[in-house]
Protein backbone atom coordinates (compact mmCIF):
# COMPACT_ATOMS: atom_id res chain seq x y z
CA UNK A 1 0.00 0.00 0.00
CA UNK A 2 1.83 3.54 -0.79
CA UNK A 3 2.02 6.05 1.13
CA UNK A 4 0.65 9.45 1.43
CA UNK A 5 3.32 11.29 0.30
CA UNK A 6 4.17 8.18 -2.84
CA UNK A 7 0.65 8.83 -4.13
CA UNK A 8 1.06 12.72 -3.76
CA UNK A 9 4.22 12.27 -5.55
CA UNK A 10 2.54 10.50 -8.24
CA UNK A 11 -0.18 12.66 -9.01
CA UNK A 12 2.21 15.71 -9.02
CA UNK A 13 4.22 14.02 -11.37
CA UNK A 14 0.96 13.12 -13.68
CA UNK A 15 -0.24 16.81 -13.49
CA UNK A 16 3.17 17.82 -14.83
CA UNK A 17 2.49 15.28 -17.91
CA UNK A 18 -0.93 16.36 -18.03
CA UNK A 19 -0.32 20.26 -18.57
CA UNK A 20 2.81 19.77 -21.22
CA UNK A 21 0.21 17.72 -23.25
CA UNK A 22 -2.45 20.05 -23.16
CA UNK A 23 -0.05 22.92 -23.85
CA UNK A 24 0.92 20.36 -27.07
CA UNK A 25 -2.65 19.91 -27.61
CA UNK A 26 -3.54 23.63 -27.59
CA UNK A 27 -0.57 24.94 -29.63
CA UNK A 28 -1.63 21.45 -32.56
CA UNK A 29 -4.97 23.15 -32.16
CA UNK A 30 -6.35 19.42 -31.25
CA UNK A 31 -9.39 20.39 -29.16
CA UNK A 32 -10.73 17.22 -28.50
CA UNK A 33 -7.89 16.25 -27.04
CA UNK A 34 -7.42 19.42 -25.18
CA UNK A 35 -10.45 18.69 -23.80
CA UNK A 36 -10.13 15.19 -22.97
CA UNK A 37 -6.56 16.00 -21.16
CA UNK A 38 -8.71 18.94 -19.12
CA UNK A 39 -11.12 16.19 -17.80
CA UNK A 40 -7.70 14.61 -16.46
CA UNK A 41 -6.20 17.59 -15.04
CA UNK A 42 -9.20 18.70 -13.08
CA UNK A 43 -9.46 15.60 -11.52
CA UNK A 44 -5.57 15.64 -10.29
CA UNK A 45 -5.86 19.07 -9.62
CA UNK A 46 -8.56 18.82 -7.20
CA UNK A 47 -6.90 15.86 -5.66
CA UNK A 48 -3.60 17.64 -5.19
CA UNK A 49 -5.93 20.97 -3.58
CA UNK A 50 -7.52 18.07 -1.22
CA UNK A 51 -3.39 16.84 -0.12
CA UNK A 52 -2.70 20.26 0.38
CA UNK A 53 -0.52 21.19 -2.12
CA UNK A 54 -0.09 24.33 -3.03
CA UNK A 55 -0.40 24.63 -7.38
CA UNK A 56 0.00 28.36 -7.38
CA UNK A 57 3.39 27.71 -8.61
CA UNK A 58 3.10 24.54 -10.53
CA UNK A 59 -0.07 24.93 -12.89
CA UNK A 60 1.18 26.46 -15.92
CA UNK A 61 -2.68 25.90 -17.63
CA UNK A 62 -4.25 28.08 -14.84
CA UNK A 63 -7.76 27.30 -15.60
Given at each position: ????????????????????????????????????????????????N??????????????
Amino acid sequence: MPSGIEVTKQALDDFRKIQEYMLLAKKENASETYAKLKDEYLTIKALLNVSGVNLSELDKIKE
